[in-house]
């Protein structure tokens, strides 16, 4: 039995709910010793992000283990279809306040963390729903990985508090860049007109996240209030676009609770002003996002429907996402100034303008404007008629004429 099993073992209860941090920051070495020691503790639930990272815990839920994702992955998306995982329908943001309150208790927590500074570790490159975690749980065991980048954060994680250490020393993995939506500059075009000047942004666009900085060539005074940065990052503060404090008086123009990317990005940010960690009880709080100037949220998703909702589930009975963190800058961007959905007109052979999406994971009173290759359909104040009339334009046009006669038939 290794050092780190034996040491898990000694804290491991029966039924434990074991939180693990975010498959960007996946610590693998305590997941394995998890999995060696799991036949001895039945009844153990483990809680993690997975769309990053192996996603060891998926391909063994099920045995020992059981695995729940609010955010699954490719493998645990199999798992979860296969009965063997659960699929977790709540909001980052909500998840982050059950754990902080005692609703969802979490006894355990796995976590790989930055480099030690003083009596204290940088939080890496994950804190999301890891951080709240650590204030109830019995035990926290951490990979201390001081190749990890030194993120600024208001509070460090105290060495003392945690029950015990596991060095490593190779960095967090680049992750490759994915080729571009085929649509992609025409949609990320009309994207632009729907952003306020002087936005606070929140950019969930996936693979469209790397067209915005061409987008937005030019405007300044932005500044971004997001749950992941990715490479994009670095243009749209090098090039000026993102130039100012989110929060007045402090320096970080970019608030996030993830960074995942490329080893630039990961040098990049390594001790940069400009950045700041926080987890998703700030970063996924709607009421406090939607006091920062013009918080804008952008979003994409698998389906919109004629009334306005949103699907980022499933499509054709076969599950492709998960809620995240979308629902909770939705509402606070319905609040503020724009809640924003931008989509491909078609997947494959899937529409993506529907006349009813197959699972609603934001409802239409959360989004102000969809957004295809087609142009922008405007939904704020707008009758279940003119909204229908607005989708059906921006659909892909071999879709539209059945949009029509669906629409009808929804009135």
């Known amino acids: 039995m290794t050092d780190a099993a034996e040491a898990l073992a000694r804290v491991l209860r029966p039924n434990d709910t074991i939180l693990v941090s975010n498959g960007t920051a996946e610590p693998s070495d305590l997941i394995a010793a998890l999995l060696e020691v799991a036949p001895g503790f039945p009844g153990l639930r483990v809680i993690q992000i997975t769309t990053s990272g192996a996603e060891q815990l998926a391909e063994a839920s099920g045995q020992g283990v059981r695995l729940f994702s609010p ?3 490719r493998k645990t998306r199999v798992a979860i279809s296969e009965g063997r995982a659960e699929l977790l329908p709540d909001s980052l943001g909500s998840l982050a306040r059950q754990i902080r309150s ?3 208790r979490i006894d355990g927590v796995l976590s790989r963390l930055g480099p030690i500074q003083g009596a204290s570790t940088y939080p890496g490159i994950a804190m999301d729903i890891t951080i709240p975690a650590l204030a109830g749980a019995r035990f ?3 990979e201390v990985d001081a190749r990890m980048p030194r993120i600024r954060a208001r509070h460090l994680v105290e060495l003392p508090r945690i ?11 680049a992750v490759a860049e994915r080729p571009p939506l085929g649509a992609a500059a025409a949609l990320v075009e009309h994207l632009a007109t729907c952003i306020p000047r002087g936005a606070t942004l929140e950019v969930g666009l996936g693979r469209l996240a790397a067209l915005l900085p061409a987008a937005l060539v030019g405007r300044n005074g932005h500044a971004m209030a997001t749950g992941l940065s990715g490479d994009e990052t670095i243009a749209l503060v090098e090039s000026g676009i993102v130039d100012r404090p989110v929060i007045p008086g402090e320096p970080a123009m970019v608030v996030t609770s ?3 990317g490329s080893a ?10 400009a950045m700041r960690l926080a987890d998703a009880t700030e970063t996924h709080d709607p009421s406090h996002l939607a006091r920062l100037p013009l918080f804008t949220a952008l979003n994409g998703a698998l389906q919109v429907d004629l009334m306005g909702n949103a699907n980022s589930l499933m499509v054709g009975g076969r599950l492709l996402g998960g809620v995240g963190g979308a629902l909770d800058y939705a509402v606070a961007g319905a609040m503020a100034s724009g809640s924003i959905i931008a989509l491909e007109s078609r997947s494959g052979r899937f529409p993506a303008i529907v006349p009813i999406v197959e699972r609603v994971t934001i ?4 989004v102000t404007h969809v957004v295809t290759e087609y142009g922008v359909a405007h939904l704020q104040g707008r009758s279940l008629r003119a909204r229908a009339a607005a989708l059906i334009a921006i659909a ?6 059945e949009l029509k006669r669906a629409s009808r038939v929804i009135e």
């Open 71 to 73: 955010a699954p992955g």
């Open 102 to 104: 005692g609703v969802l």
């Open 140 to 142: 926290h065991l951490s």
């Open 163 to 173: 029950t015990h250490v596991l060095p490593r020393s190779d960095g967090p993995p």
């Open 258 to 260: 993830v960074v995942r």
């Open 264 to 273: 630039d990005l990961y040098r990049w940010v390594d001790e940069n002003p």
């Open 363 to 366: 409802q239409a009173s959360f």
């Open 396 to 401: 892909h046009p071999d879709d539209r004429d």
